[in-house]
């Protein structure tokens, strides 16, 4: 995919609008067939529930040629924090074009990347992809992924694990980011926990996916502080969530992590950010993988 190249007759880059959706969703079926409509759908009226950030864009950008979209790119804002003061996110995500006007690809996220003060993620880049973002200075922030089984980990110190909703009394001990990351992906459909101590409340977020082809379901660790608090609490974890018979487990690192009863694979679902503000691996609040389906 080219990032360079004049636009030809016809062919604009421009915002998605409401009215373009049925289009849009019939781009995305061509560029991943995989997905259904109904995947497209959700995944578009997910991102247009999210709080509007500023004056970004609402679901990203398309390639139009003289009335045909040919060409999408979805666009996740977010406030990272959940707070008017948070520094601003966006995960790029479902980029595709149709063959013929690959080479006028690279526009669309040339379009995004304009915003200097915006930390962008891509965060399940296709192998041509990659080569893109590299090429365009995103850096890594996890090399792959680590794959464990929390409850085999021993636990070590007297605790318990609660469901996160509004009226646990624990939620009051988590800063108000915290409460807000908790209670709105929660509401996505995600496993929002809290792991207890005698002196501390840790929260974490999972979400269930798909993995090997679509054969094996697995908990995607989608918010916790450090991979030290989640070796911590992995033990009571495990056991609360083999409760909903969860077993497997992935999460994003750098390297194997330590404490967890595992495997490290390295090179497998590599994620990229450019931008003011480096991701901790481990964090993936409001993003494809918290919203869209699987």
């Given at each position: ?111 995004a990347l304009r915003q200097r003060d915006v ?11 990659r080569k893109v973002v590299e090429a365009l ?134 994620k990229y950010f450019k931008g003011p503000a ?17």
């Amino acid at each position: 995919m080219s990032v360079l190249g004049a636009m030809p007759e016809g062919l604009v880059c421009r915002l998605i609008e409401e009215a373009d959706w049925q289009a849009v969703i019939d781009c995305l079926q061509r560029g991943f067939p995989g997905r259904s409509r109904q995947h497209w759908m959700h995944a578009l009226r997910r991102i247009g529930d999210l709080p509007t950030v500023g004056n970004f864009p609402r679901y990203g950008y398309i390639l139009d040629h003289a009335g045909t979209i040919v060409g999408v790119m979805l666009t996740l804002y977010f406030r990272h924090g959940g707070t008017d003061e948070g520094s601003v996110r966006c995960n790029l995500s479902s980029w595709t074009v149709d063959p013929d006007f690959r080479a006028y690809a690279g526009k669309l996220i040339m379009a995004a990347l304009r915003q200097r003060d915006v930390t962008f993620l891509s965060v399940t880049p296709a192998p041509v992809t990659r080569k893109v973002v590299e090429a365009l200075r995103f850096k890594r922030f996890a090399d792959g992924q680590h794959a464990f089984l929390p409850a085999l980990s021993p636990v070590r110190t007297r605790s318990r694990v609660v469901n996160a909703h509004a009226d646990a009394p624990e939620l009051m001990q988590l800063p108000e980011h915290e409460r807000h990351i908790l209670l709105k992906h929660a509401a996505l459909g995600c496993d929002a926990l809290m792991c207890i101590t005698d002196r501390s409340v840790t929260p974490f977020v999972f979400k269930t996916r798909r993995v090997l082809k679509g054969l094996v379901p697995a908990s995607q660790v989608i918010y916790c502080r450090s991979h030290a608090d989640l070796s911590r609490c992995a033990g009571a974890l495990g056991r609360h969530m083999l409760r909903s018979g969860k077993i497997f487990y992935l999460v994003d690192a750098r390297a194997p992590v330590p404490g967890l009863v595992g495997r490290y694979f390295a090179e497998i679902g590599p994620k990229y950010f450019k931008g003011p503000a480096l991701p901790v691996p481990g964090d993936l609040t409001f993003t494809e993988f918290a919203l869209f389906n699987e």
